[in-house]
């Protein structure tokens, strides 16, 4: 499939996948904080993971935009009190019900040449990847200021729980480091 089908899929039937993932929410029992939300207020929310997802494969937006717009998710879903770990297994079942509707549509079943196939696949898993590792980033960054700002640990003991290279804005460009590792380095 062409990456510009995918995003047209995604587009027209964002409300719909959406909301069986938040069927997916409900029939989990790990995901207590996220049952105590109404399915409007959960499809919202997931709308917005996946309307950036068809921009991100659109028109490829950098590693440091996802990077801004998953660090304030994870902040925000920090500040509502949601482990982590149920913020994570939300955004695994994005892709999960992403991948179950691409199959279903038979988008991933028609004559294309291997190397699209793999091409677009791989991005699919970069996309969610990072969208993984700057979530936990923007979680672990408002942990920490919520931790500083109640005084109780001091700077140095901060600093050993929160080592440098924890958060988004330290000064760190993850995205040249990004680079370095094999994994993330893929090319089809």
Known sequence: MRRAQLVDMIHANKGKLAASWCQEIRNCEYM?????????????RNERALAHLADSLEVGTSRIE?????????????REKFPLCEVNYALFLTKKVLWKRMHSDGLLASALD??????LMNAICDFFDLASFYLIRGYVEEMHHKLARAGKLSGNELREVFPPGSFFYDGTR??????????FDWHW
């Open 114 to 119: 291997l190397y699209q196939a793999f091409e």
């Open 32 to 44: 207590k904080t996220y049952h105590a939300f109404r399915d409007e207020e959960l499809v919202h």
């Open 174 to 183: 993850f995205d040249d480091e990004f680079q370095k590792i094999p994994f």
């Open 66 to 78: 996802s990077g801004k717009f998953f660090v304030v998710l994870g902040k925000e879903r920090f």
